[in-house]
């Protein structure tokens, strides 16, 4: 299996250019990446010393921002990234067969599901608000919730549309003749060709929402707050405390990375690829 | 088992007519195959039989049931899809279960028909194992199987070889037809492959643009075919036509005189030849019944084992031939021989129509 | 031999291949979801935004009666307003094209890569995943005067450059976009990459066609779908800059980096002029509305 690219071969010297591009990129994400690894363990002093690097690793960080409120962001980002996958992906593969197989809704309908990803936060955000203040809902995760579906199921049903159009029909024919409903059929031999489709659209959900700071700003500012809230407050202070706010930053980010190594192959793949063969 | 009767079936997708009233019996137990090119409405046709495509007036009957109204499930049928349609996330074993556990039959009782079925599918050790790591030939069997499982009253197939080899092709047709005959069931086939249909069919349906030409037994279709198009469907090499003017000495087709008799006919006619009714003159004496010999110049020859595809050109237009090893002897490339044509077995057209004028 | 067999019984008049019992075809329920979803939480907020924007709803007077398009007169002919669409239509200019050129040219270059292929695609691909609240705070102290690592290593080079000074701080911005969504582009154009067919370029190949002429007229063509869908989606989501000005620079320094979000922002929470920050949002989206109407062709052309 070749994946190499087709085509002529490159001079040594644009070789050279390609190698040194790579190169660079791959140091410009590096240094960040690193930097918030090796902060969360350093000591005040060595932080404020740009040339230094952690000789002395210490665990005084973590402690610090267990005793604050990051613990309980951290907490309900998570109630609300597995409250928003689940119900993402449900919703999002429901809708997302329908279209594929039947072409509901024709155009407008595909129309409508871009719609909230293009249009600004703002525009919903304060509506939103205004409707969680009638049924007391102000500061509170429901609202967040609701919010980060808007913007989950259009993209779960976009990405699983291709997924779902590439199992053949006579498959769902087959289970048709076989004896099941089209539900059953739906559930039983559809779904199961499109796994790794749902469970890639299951990470990026997570992810997404788990990142997400507007809406999570507007609707839940206060004692409610999820774990991007609390950390973008620790802008406000003066002097602001390098060090927690390291290991804070630490935590935001290691699980969605980890997360990315899993899912990148695949995500190359469903996009450019065709999908699952049956 | 079942008869199948359609009734002045239509179906149109918006403007395109599919099936254009429609009619055929099919008496319970035969194998019937339709055969017609792509998009000439057999495939739809099937389908409709199927209960997978509405159509959009006619009635169809399995046995004595008016099924038109009814889903396929009710309908008691089973298809066989080009594709196969197996279910890629189960073993073979739940593969061929898996109409029968829609159906809620007891576990055990599939088991025993899963694994009896499996025994005469040749499927036995392959029970375990998922579609993808089977040979193609192995997926076609487990399709089947499949449909063998649930006893239906019909079986559909549509185009199930053609994703094979050749050799392979032959073999599971054979297979296909020892399985039909033993079990006696109904079976409807579509293929595109002429060939194919006059070895499997006991009947067949000549399709065109959603209409039957021709609905008979192999034989009949050859010998007694009721048009144009289905002589020229039937038989490998394609027949050959001449279309021009009959008089007293022969057809004059632009020019070449081809010595053809006519009987009473006179005037624009078009006479069909078959490749394997053209012989050598020095064969003559093993055909009785020969048209009056004439030249032809040898263009090409395609040498096929125990015959031989010729390519005759007289005047300018070109003739095929079959001819049987021994009587190619000696002839090459290039030479000009002298041939003629087996006169009781000419087939006359009307040159328009395109219909059969039977003398 | 054939017995007749199980659950063969004639049906009752039983419905078609794709409906339920009930009223709405099979394909409708299996949307509800969705369109429930759609109607209750962007149909309904965007309906009552519009008719807030009509208002003269604030802190003050919390009053919801008509008020015609003054909002929009006042948003239209207010400077902060004007000046925070040139801040943002230049960063989302400067970022996007630097962000297409440098997508384009890595994607290139990790297509032909052998070594570590998989670690180092996954390893460039990791800045999108990234939170950008975090994003933002790193580079904040990164590139900060006095204790960031890069104004002091490049220093050392003999360049000083202040990040977030008054000039430069757009510039800023655009560099860390440019730093987490560059990776976007290489995925995307890496996947369209992969799966062009093979065939003309081996052809080209043959035919002794250099690397860069290959590029020019045979990649680069057959690439322009792709690069236009990535166009309009990275500018829809640029020109929605807000989280690297909240943790950095709160729209300073001199209100240079006040994009119309924080704006937006500001209008409707810290100063809790909800009828103003509701017809900014409109006026956004009209500004917005070419590369949606774009969209919304690609949508039709691709159904058919």
Redesign the interface.
Known sequence: MN?????????PA?EAG??L??AM??T??????L??AF?AFRTPAD?????SFAIDPTLDNMRDIAEGGIPGAALRSIIVGFAVTIIGV???A??G???A???????P????????????????????L??ALQFNLSDSLIAVI??H??IV?PMI?WFMTGFFASV?R??E????????????A?WR?VV??VLPGLGASALLAF?MS?????YA??LAPGSSQT??VA??G??TFQGVK?GP?SAA?LL??AP??V???VI??R???G???SGVK? | MASIRFENVVKHYGAYQAIRNVSFAIPDGEFVVIVGPSGSGKTTMLRAIGGLERVNSGRIFIGDRDVTDLAPKHRDIAFVFQNYALYAHLTVRNNIGFPLKARKMPKDEIMRRVEDVAERTGLKALLDRKPSALSGGQQQRVAIARALVRKPKVFLFDEPLSNLDAQLRLDMRREVLELQQSLGVTSVWVTHDQEEAMAMGDRILVVNHGMVEQNAAPEALYSDPVNAYVARTIGSPTINMLRGKLNGQGLDVEGVRFPLPGGALQGDIMIGVRPEDIHPVKAAADHPNATPPFEAKVQLIELLGARAIMTLLVGNHRLTAVFNRRDLADIREFDTIRVSAAKDRLLYFKPETGERIRL | MLSPDVSTADPPRVGRLERLAGKLPFRWWMALPLVLLLGIFVLYPLGFSFYLSLTNYKLTTRNLGYFGFEQYNRVLTDGDFTDSLKITLTFVIAAVLIELILGLALALALQRQRFARNVTRALLFTPMFVAPVAVGLVFRFLLNQQLGLIPNAIAKLGIHIDFFSPNFALASMVLIDVWQWTPFMVLLFLSALESLPKAPFEAARVDGASAWLTFRTLTLPMLMPVIGIATVIRVLEASKLFEYVFVITNGGPGGSTESLQFIMYQTGVRFFRLAEASAMAFVFLAVLALPIIWMLRQVRKAEG
């Open positions: 994946d190499a690219a087709p085509g002529t071969r490159l001079t644009a390609r190698l591009l790579i990129a791959v410009a994400v590096l240094v960040p990446l930097w918030i902060a932080l404020t010393n740009p040339g449900f919703v999002g429901l809708a067969y329908s279209i197989r039947f072409r509901t809704g024709g155009i309908l595909r129309f409508a599901i871009l719609f909230p990803t293009i249009i600004p936060p703002t525009v919903l955000a304060f509506p939103l205004a409707l609701a919010a579906l808007t199921v049903t053949p006579e498959v024919e087959q289970a048709a003749i076989d004896g099941y409903g089209p539900f059953a739906f031999v199961p060709n992810m788990w990142n997400e700071l507007f700003l507007v774990l991007p950390i973008s620790f802008n390098l706010m930053l935001t980010v969605v990375m997360l990315s190594f990148q192959k995500l190359v793949r996009l450019g690829g049956g």
